[in-house]
């Protein structure tokens, strides 16, 4: 465990007392746990993102096939 010193507002600091005693925890304690769970959405944003780009391209449109006009997509007939 490493050791660090923060600073926070007296406002921010009576609430932080005050919510990790509602969790009976230090506020140590909790702001370690914050900062962990920050760190693995995080990492598993990061890695999830890498898979992503490690994908090869998809070809939208296949041979013959055409893409829906403007018009259709956007046809309002239906819808009234």
């Known amino acids: 465990m490493k050791n660090v010193t923060?600073?926070?507002?007296?406002?921010?600091?009576?609430?932080?007392?005050?919510?990790?005693?509602?969790?009976?925890?230090?506020?140590?304690?909790?702001v370690g746990e914050l900062l962990e769970q920050h760190m693995r959405e995080h990492l598993a944003y990061d890695q999830a993102m890498q898979r992503f780009l490690a994908r090869a391209p998809v070809k939208l449109k296949g041979r013959g096939a055409r893409y829906a006009s403007r018009e259709a997509l956007h046809a309002r007939a239906d819808l009234r």
């Open 6 to 30: 923060i600073t926070l507002s007296e406002e921010t600091a009576a609430w932080a007392r005050v919510h990790a005693a509602r969790q009976d925890k230090s506020v140590s304690r909790m």
